[in-house]
């Protein structure tokens, strides 16, 4: 196999999840802006997922978000996503947003908040055996404003425990993601707030538990593709939730911003053997001034890029560089593989798939977006809260 048709098979086999509420109503802190052609229920939200998988050929998995998902028969649910050949990717729970929650969750000083967040996480890992999930996706808001609001070390003993008790539940070929977040919306310490915290509390569980890297949780200036390279290496990197910092954390499309970025995780990605369905890939994003699904469908592409220039990246010649101490040669090596022009080699990929060659093109001309102003009249928004 040549260099370019191993490049073109490891693209073909790419998959992505798309975000269950990237589909619904979404805005700023100050403001949900609602949007014609919304979904009102979770099979909605799962057909227009079916858009994104059919004009990208990348996308065939869904994350779930639990209440906002919730319905009352779960297997047909995923039995209605396999119709549209689609998966049900992760499973998110929500224990941000009841009025019970703001002294925090699973590390409230109240054991019987404590009790009640448990319980959701441990319906999300019900959830998860119905519709053949294999991820929960774990991010807690958990945290204190104040100096001595509550005790830091006994916070910490809440949450291990809390993780202990989920991950005891997990069954077989199930896995935990801890997602990290370097503040907000706790302002003076946040419980789980870096890839070091995560990474202590899932070693001390077990394999099952890995992290999730947020690539929009981070400082300014943070080198997120060494976090990615040494997860890798410590076989704990469990999936990526990809977005674009340029908000208070992230939100906008992947690879908005920064694709000079973007390509250099994927190339950490690639380099640690990360590019295999071991990581979970999903797009963590909401659309607020921008069509939704257009705006899915470039973030897929984006990501799509990204990866293939980090596939091109001539590795003999970056590691003769390397090994030589020819820093511009070896910086060369990466610059090279960027600086190419990958979308004819993304349109064959597509062509080999059988699907348009233009992703936002077709989609434009599907009619889809008419047909859904058009008949999706009535009955409530999906959307924050929803």
Request: proline share 5%; aromatic share 8%.
């Amino acid at each position: 196999m040549t260099a370019v048709s191993a490049v073109k098979a490891a693209l073909r086999s790419q998959a992505l999840e798309t975000p269950s509420w990237a589909y619904g109503n979404s805005g700023t802190r100050f403001k949900v802006f609602a949007q014609p052609g919304v979904p009102r229920t979770p099979r909605e939200k799962l057909d227009d997922a079916a858009r994104v998988h059919a004009h990208t050929g990348a996308a065939p998995a869904v994350a779930l978000h639990i209440p906002w998902d919730r319905v009352d028969d779960y297997p047909a649910l995923a039995a209605y996503a396999r119709e549209l050949g689609l998966r049900i990717g992760a499973i998110n729970a929500n224990v941000f947003q009841d009025d019970d929650y703001r002294l925090g969750s699973v590390t409230h000083p109240d054991p019987a908040v404590r009790r009640k967040a448990l319980d959701h996480l441990l319906e999300c890992v019900d959830i998860m055996d119905v519709t053949g999930s294999r991820d929960l996706k774990l991010w807690f808001a958990d945290g204190t404003n104040y100096p001595g609001q509550d005790d830091l070390h006994l916070r910490q003993d809440r949450l291990a425990d809390a993780l202990a008790a989920v991950y005891e539940r997990l069954g077989e070929g199930q896995r935990m993601l801890l997602e990290y977040k370097l503040f907000e919306p706790a302002f003076y310490a946040t419980d789980v707030p870096d890839w070091g915290t995560a990474y202590a509390h899932c070693l001390k569980l077990g394999d099952q538990a890995q992290v999730v890297v947020d690539t929009g949780h981070h400082a300014p200036g943070t080198n997120i593709e060494f976090i990615v390279a040494l997860l890798l290496r410590e076989r704990r990197l469990g999936g990526f939730d990809f977005n674009s910092r340029f908000y208070a954390d992230d939100d906008l499309m992947a690879g908005a911003a920064d694709p000079f970025q973007l390509f250099r995780i994927m190339y950490e990605v690639v380099r640690g053997g990360g590019l295999s369905p071991d990581t979970a890939f999903m797009l963590d994003q909401c659309h607020n001034i921008e069509p939704k699904i257009p705006a899915i469908i470039r973030s897929v592409m984006n990501v799509q890029e990204a990866t293939a220039k980090a596939l091109l990246v001539d590795g003999d010649a970056l590691s003769a560089a390397q090994r030589e101490g020819d820093v511009l040669g070896a910086n060369a090596a990466l610059m090279d593989a960027y600086a190419t022009d990958v979308r004819p080699l993304l349109a064959e990929v597509r062509s080999d798939l059988g699907i348009d060659p233009d992703p936002l093109g077709a989609y434009q001309r599907s009619g889809w977006a008419d047909k859904i102003r058009s008949e999706r009249v009535g009955g409530t928004q999906a959307g924050w809260g929803a």
